[in-house]
């Protein structure tokens, strides 16, 4: 069974810090990943996806950056953190192909910019 | 571009009693419709789906969702709540074929009383 695993889970930086959240998918091959933020109260915004190693497709401008590496790794980056980059941040994926719309959650990371 | 309304921010309910959480999307055509859930401070489960066929759909956890086209819902339903059940709810639409993303409602806070 597939499998979808994030961290850190807890994250406390101070404003102008770098970031760097780290997902990566088992039992699968060349999945579609997502970066999402839920931000406190509120519903998810999507980030980032890719479709494909070194394919990412930015929703959001903002300071933030999104990489993958490996066909199975979705890296999300910051160079210096702003307070208002503080939230809930989910890596998802999803199967390419027919169904490949249902997406798959991580068990988030909380991320407090102090 | 599709879009998805959950009109109830937030929904109290009695142990027992049953349950209704409405959806409605705006989409051209037959959209993709999921339901997940959200145990505070987790990642989101899937709750069920549909892409086609039945517009009955039964999901985990006793749920189920019908589609109806003429009104553009995907209202979920449980005909007698459970106090685990407590969480916030999510209503997603997707476009058939598009790698791209969901989009999500700002969701439903369900508080269960005993």
């Known amino acids: 069974s597939q499998t979808i695993h994030q961290w850190p889970a807890t994250l406390v930086q101070p404003v102008g810090s770098p970031l760097s959240l780290e997902c990566t998918v088992e039992g699968t091959s060349n999945p579609n990943l997502y970066w999402y933020r839920q931000a406190a109260g509120r519903g998810l915004q999507l980030l980032f996806y890719?479709?494909?190693?070194?394919?990412i497709s930015s929703e959001v401008p903002q300071n933030l950056s999104a990489s993958r590496p490996q066909d199975r790794q979705f890296i999300l980056s910051s160079k210096k953190l702003l307070l208002s980059d503080s939230g809930f941040y989910l890596c998802a994926w999803s199967t390419q192909g027919a169904g490949g719309n249902t997406i798959y959650f991580g068990e988030g990371s909380w991320l407090t910019v102090v | 571009a599709q879009s998805v309304t959950q009109p109830d921010i937030h929904i109290t309910v009695s142990e027992g009693a049953s349950l209704e959480l409405r959806c409605n999307y705006s989409?051209?055509?037959?959209?993709?419709l999921f339901w997940y859930v959200q145990s505070p401070g987790q990642g989101l489960q899937l709750l069920l789906k549909y892409f086609s066929g039945d517009t009955l759909v039964q999901g985990i956890k006793g749920f189920e969702a019908e589609f109806k086209r003429s009104q553009s819902s995907f209202n979920l339903r449980k005909p007698s709540v459970h106090w685990s059940d407590a969480a916030e709810y999510f209503c997603a639409v997707g476009a058939p074929g598009s790698a791209r993303q969901l989009t999500f409602g700002s969701g439903t806070q369900l508080t269960v009383l005993p």
């Open positions: 989409y051209g055509a037959t959209p993709y």
């Open positions: 890719s479709v494909g190693i070194g394919q």
